[in-house]
Nanobody, 114 residues
Framework: VQLQASGGGLVQAGESLRLSCAASRSIFAMETMGWYRQAPGRQRELVATITSSGSTNYEGSVKGRFSISRDNGKNMLYLQMNSLKPDDTAVYYC?????????WGQGTQVTVSS
């Protein structure tokens, strides 16, 4: 499975971005899909996940600001990011778990200026 993340960019604090992740095959059966991020000098951390049944989970600092969704018909994963903060600056990666294997996308840079 190949995952292609896009939608990153440079924004000011308080603005919004929508990240997209395109999968090379059907995501219908993928148990869990998610977004992670890695800031310079820090470990990669979970941002949000969504299961095949639509259950979602968010890292504490993004709750109420970010929203994860998936479109099984289009083989797409999304992350709507509102009220962005400078601390959200990182490379964002999408991933998917399918048949006990974890697949990663290549990452998209999000930079939030104050």
């Amino acid at each position: 499975v190949q995952l292609q993340a896009s939608g990153g960019g440079l924004v000011q604090a308080g603005e919004s971005l929508r990240l997209s992740c395109a999968a090379s095959r059907s995501i219908f059966a993928m148990e869990t899909m998610g977004w992670y991020r890695q800031a310079p000098g820090r470990q990669r951390e979970l941002v949000a996940t969504i299961t095949s049944s639509g259950s979602t989970n968010y890292e504490g600092s993004v709750k109420g600001r970010f929203s994860i969704s998936r479109d099984n018909g289009k083989n797409m994963l999304y992350l709507q990011m509102n009220s962005l903060k400078p601390d959200d600056t990182a490379v964002y990666y999408c991933n998917a778990i399918w048949v006990a294997t974890i697949f990663w996308g290549q990452g998209t840079q999000v930079t939030v200026s104050s």
